[in-house]
């Protein structure tokens, strides 16, 4: 998780390098965190627009038989915002009750969205492991955590059943 393979949307609220308090910045998520608990820079949400993308992203795996396309940063976007969002709510007593009841709603949605994708996915990697292993054209439309899981199963499925 925080990998910097996804840019973060962040507020200076300090002079940090060459940006100036008020700056707007889009920064690595494993910066983003680490400034954001120095109290440099507050974290701009933009988990409703993560939360939207992984509804539209299980729309189309569940209308689509083999797996579509993915935006390579998605898994990792919604990682940091369950993180933003637990950090916030940990700290939850300064936030005001219709906050802290936005905040909840939002991590549960992110949550439930984030393990439906994953969950729907992974059943896809399975059956496309059993029918094409090591395809470079299956490669393509899988994300980096996702790859990684393909390729692993595919060696699996060689080893045991041979190339046929």
Do not use: C, H
């Not at 992203?57 to 898994?75: C, G, M, V």
């Not at 439930?112 to 994708?117: A, I, P, Q």
């Not at 439309?141 to 080893?159: C, F, T, W």
């Amino acid at each position: 998780m925080l990998t910097g393979r996804t840019l973060v949307a962040v507020k200076l609220l300090k002079p940090f390098g060459d940006w100036k308090a008020g700056d707007t910045v889009l920064i690595e998520d494993w910066k983003a965190k680490e400034l954001w608990e120095s109290g440099v820079v507050e974290i701009i949400d933009e988990s409703d627009k993560v939360i939207i993308e992984l509804e539209k992203a299980i729309t189309e795996e569940r209308e689509n038989k083999p797996l579509t396309d993915i935006d390579e940063s998605l898994y990792e976007r919604a990682e940091f915002y369950i993180y933003y969002l637990s950090k916030l709510l940990q700290d939850g007593q300064s936030l005001p009750p219709e906050s802290l009841k936005s905040y909840l709603a939002k991590l549960s949605n992110l949550k439930e969205k984030y393990e439906e994708l994953k969950t729907i996915r992974f059943g896809k990697i399975l059956k496309t492991v059993m029918l094409r292993p090591n395809s470079l054209e299956v490669l393509s439309k899988l994300a980096p955590e996702e790859r990684e899981i393909y390729l692993q199963m595919s060696k699996i499925r060689i080893k045991w059943l041979g190339e046929g």
